[in-house]
């Protein structure tokens, strides 16, 4: 693979707001904010470092709560420049955070049950919100193509984001993904590639694409992006305690792909307890993933640091990398706050989305099944504590996953009168 480290090219003169430098996560060796993602000294990953030394708490928070009613209202703690909302983009995020009561009593939970339902974003999933982050990043560098190596939803919303701000796009995925994944990534007009291959080829396929002159010029959202992209993701932490009134959740339940979602809502979490926005108290974070695709839930179970790839096979293909980029970090992550990492099966999931559907009128798509499941497990389990206020996030919409629930449908075929529908035992 060929890696782009920090020495390669870098960019100091670019403008991304709070966004100061790149800071390597294994050894906090500093470079320029440029379009890299791996540590020159030690190829650890690189993550964004801000200067919020001039922020007083108060003057932030209303800053916050006049702002625009999408991510850009966080833009004093993203890496996007003060003038972000006016852009051409999706404006994604500040999405439901549906009390749910109703799955609350199913599932016994008497601690305040919450859904955080990221299927109301402009493509449908969580996606949108790391793809404005990676698209300012972009434009600073000056690229003008946008790429991705997608396990569905990112393709659509690099898609859609890449036609709303004038870019080029060119995103790949597996071939054999979820039609109505691949309308979406498809309907913007960018060029979509499927790769013979699990999601986990496609991302090596990028990676070395990167380091060819074909690839010359791409900004590859989840790759020479990284580092801006995973930032997108903390706004939902913002969001969550924003919507709870300025305070932290005691339980958070979050799906596992590459793991990045997961490690930047406890960034973002973080950040809020320095800022002083929220109170400092302990919070658990916990990972879900499908069984069949649970490299991170097997090493947590089995007390490993290092995760073990797998190859996945299972009906939650949004989630289905074998290889996640950020599988130790979310071992360190649950294990330090008190969480954990488990996994259902794929008819767990579906049980999910149906019980999601019934109680609380919202259609997950299978990552959403993945993260009920195993809320409910971590419950019976007696991992879960039901008296705690508890978030689960839905990341995406049933209705790109149809396959998954196929069989559900009409409860009966009547003829167009009364009699009919009597006979039928439904009045
Ligand atoms: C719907 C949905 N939820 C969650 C995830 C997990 O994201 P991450 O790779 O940040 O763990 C993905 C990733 O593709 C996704 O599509
Ligand atoms: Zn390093």
Same mark, same amino acid.
């Given at each position: 693979?060929?890696?782009?480290?920090?020495?390669?090219?870098?960019?100091?003169?670019?403008?991304?707001?709070?966004?100061?430098?790149?800071?390597?996560?294994?050894?906090?060796?500093?470079?320029?904010?440029?379009?890299?993602?791996?540590?020159?000294?030690?190829?650890?990953?690189?993550?964004? /470092?801000?200067?919020?030394?001039?922020?007083?708490?108060?003057?932030?928070?209303?800053?916050?709560?006049?702002?625009?009613?999408?991510?850009?209202?966080?833009?004093?703690?993203?890496?996007?420049?003060?003038?972000?909302?006016? %852009?051409?983009?999706?404006?994604?995020?500040?999405? %439901?955070?549906?009390?749910?009561? !109703?799955?609350?009593?199913?599932?016994?939970?008497?601690?305040? &049950?919450?859904?955080?339902?990221?299927?109301?974003?402009?493509? !449908?999933?969580?996606?949108?919100?790391?793809?404005?982050?990676? @698209?300012?990043?972009?434009?600073?560098?000056?690229?003008?193509?946008?790429?991705?190596?997608?396990?569905?939803?990112?393709?659509?919303?690099?898609?859609?984001?890449?036609?709303?701000?004038?870019?080029?796009?060119?995103?790949?995925?597996? !071939?054999?993904?979820?039609?109505?994944?691949?309308?979406?990534?498809?309907?913007?007009?960018?060029? @979509?590639?499927?790769?013979?291959?699990?999601?986990?080829?496609?991302?090596?396929?990028?990676?070395?694409?990167?380091?060819?002159?074909?690839?010359?010029?791409?900004?590859?959202?989840?790759?020479?992006?990284?580092?801006?992209?995973?930032?997108?993701?903390?706004? +939902?932490?913002?969001?969550?305690?924003? *919507?709870?009134?300025?305070? &932290?959740?005691?339980?958070?339940?979050?799906?596992?792909?590459? #793991?990045? *979602?997961?490690?930047?809502?406890?960034?973002?979490? *973080?950040?809020?307890?320095?800022?002083?926005?929220?109170?400092?108290?302990?919070?658990?974070?916990?990972?879900?993933?499908?069984?069949?695709?649970?490299?991170?839930?097997?090493?947590?179970?089995?007390? !490993?640091?290092?995760?073990?790839?797998?190859?996945?096979?299972?009906?939650?293909?949004?989630?289905?990398?074998?290889?996640?980029?950020?599988?130790?970090?979310?071992?360190?992550? /649950?294990?330090?706050?008190?969480?954990?990492?488990?996994?259902?099966?794929?008819?767990?999931?579906?049980?999910?989305?149906?019980?999601?559907?019934?109680?609380?009128?919202?259609?997950?798509?299978?990552?959403?099944?993945?993260?009920?499941?195993?809320?409910?497990?971590?419950?019976?389990?007696?991992? +879960?504590?039901?008296?705690?206020?508890?978030?689960?996030?839905?990341?995406?919409? #049933?209705?790109?996953?149809?396959?998954?629930?196929?069989?559900?449908?009409?409860?009966?075929?009547?003829?167009?009168?009364?009699?009919?529908?009597?006979?039928?035992?439904?009045?």
């Amino acid at each position: 693979m060929a890696v782009q480290t920090a020495a390669s090219t870098t960019d100091s003169t670019v403008d991304l707001g709070p966004a100061a430098a790149l800071s390597c996560r294994e050894c906090g060796h500093r470079v320029p904010l440029g379009p890299v993602f791996a540590c020159e000294e030690c190829f650890g990953p690189l993550e964004i /470092a801000y200067d919020f030394s001039s922020y007083d708490t108060e003057e932030l928070r209303k800053r916050i709560e006049a702002g625009p009613a999408n991510i850009w209202r966080y833009a004093p703690l993203l890496p996007v420049p003060a003038d972000v909302a006016e %852009k051409p983009n999706l404006n994604p995020g500040w999405t %439901k955070l549906v009390k749910a009561d !109703h799955l609350a009593r199913e599932l016994g939970v008497t601690g305040g &049950l919450y859904v955080k339902d990221d299927s109301g974003n402009p493509t !449908h999933s969580f996606k949108d919100r790391v793809v404005a982050q990676a @698209l300012e990043a972009a434009r600073a560098f000056g690229f003008t193509t946008l790429s991705c190596s997608s396990t569905g939803n990112l393709a659509g919303a690099v898609g859609a984001a890449a036609a709303r701000a004038g870019f080029r796009s060119c995103v790949f995925i597996p !071939h054999d993904l979820e039609q109505g994944k691949v309308v979406m990534a498809a309907i913007y007009g960018g060029d @979509l590639v499927g790769i013979e291959g699990n999601y986990d080829d496609v991302n090596r396929f990028c990676s070395e694409l990167i380091g060819d002159p074909a690839g010359e010029g791409w900004g590859f959202v989840n790759v020479n992006l990284r580092p801006y992209y995973a930032e997108g993701s903390k706004t +939902l932490a913002y969001e969550i305690c924003e *919507q709870l009134g300025w305070r &932290l959740p005691d339980q958070i339940v979050v799906p596992i792909a590459s #793991g990045s *979602q997961l490690t930047k809502i406890d960034k973002g979490l *973080q950040e809020l307890i320095k800022l002083g926005l929220v109170e400092d108290r302990p919070y658990k974070i916990f990972g879900a993933q499908a069984e069949g695709c649970s490299p991170v839930s097997t090493a947590f179970k089995a007390g !490993h640091d290092v995760v073990r790839p797998q190859k996945p096979n299972t009906i939650a293909k949004s989630l289905a990398i074998g290889n996640p980029a950020d599988g130790p970090y979310v071992l360190d992550i /649950a294990r330090r706050t008190g969480g954990a990492v488990e996994d259902v099966t794929d008819e767990q999931v579906v049980d999910a989305i149906k019980l999601l559907a019934r109680t609380e009128g919202i259609f997950a798509e299978t990552a959403g099944g993945v993260t009920v499941g195993v809320t409910r497990k971590l419950i019976e389990n007696g991992v +879960l504590d039901p008296t705690k206020t508890t978030v689960v996030l839905n990341t995406g919409d #049933g209705l790109k996953t149809l396959d998954a629930v196929a069989g559900t449908g009409l409860t009966a075929t009547i003829r167009p009168n009364l009699d009919s529908f009597r006979e039928a035992g439904l009045a």
